[in-house]
């Protein structure tokens, strides 16, 4: 449990009232880790979602020849393993703390049992999930064109 109060200003919380912070805080655990550590490996089985309250973390690939490739790097405020979350699959990604982080962990158990006695919670944060998983594609679409024009020789434009 963490307390209401210290996620009021974290973005993906934004649209919960006062209320609705109460029950989610009840189910969010707090944890750290240091500079370089692993917080999820690619191939990884996830069912949790992590929100990044404090510090910045990088989501990599492994390349053929065993090194990690950045993909993206994550700040305060941002989600992630919200894939995993979702479909009970394996992490696509290793992520990995760039500084000394702070997260907050939702366990899809967790979650799942806010479906009968909050359903509005759940909607609210699955909403949440949804903007951001829609960001990421419109993000991707973005890089996928500027990579064809680039190797069409082509200028971007709209």
Do not use: Q
């Amino acid at each position: 449990m963490v307390d209401p109060k210290n996620i009021r200003t974290i973005p993906f919380f934004a649209d919960l009232d006062d209320d609705e912070l109460a029950v989610i805080a009840e189910v969010l655990h707090r944890k750290e880790y240091k500079r370089g550590e692993t917080v999820c490996a690619e191939s990884e089985k996830g069912s949790k979602l992590y929100v990044l309250k404090k510090g910045e973390v990088k989501a990599c690939r492994i390349a053929p020849d065993g090194e990690l490739f950045t993909l993206v790097v994550m700040k305060d405020g941002d989600i992630f393993g919200e894939m995993g979350f979702l479909d009970d699959r394996p992490h696509s990604a290793t992520l990995v703390a760039i500084s000394d982080i702070v997260v907050l962990t939702l366990d899809r158990k967790d979650f799942e049992g806010l479906v009968e006695s909050n359903p509005w919670v759940v909607y609210k944060l699955l909403k949440n999930i949804v903007y951001t998983v829609h960001a990421i594609v419109r993000s991707m679409n973005t890089r996928y064109m500027d990579m064809l024009n680039y190797m069409w020789g082509r200028k971007r434009g709209y």
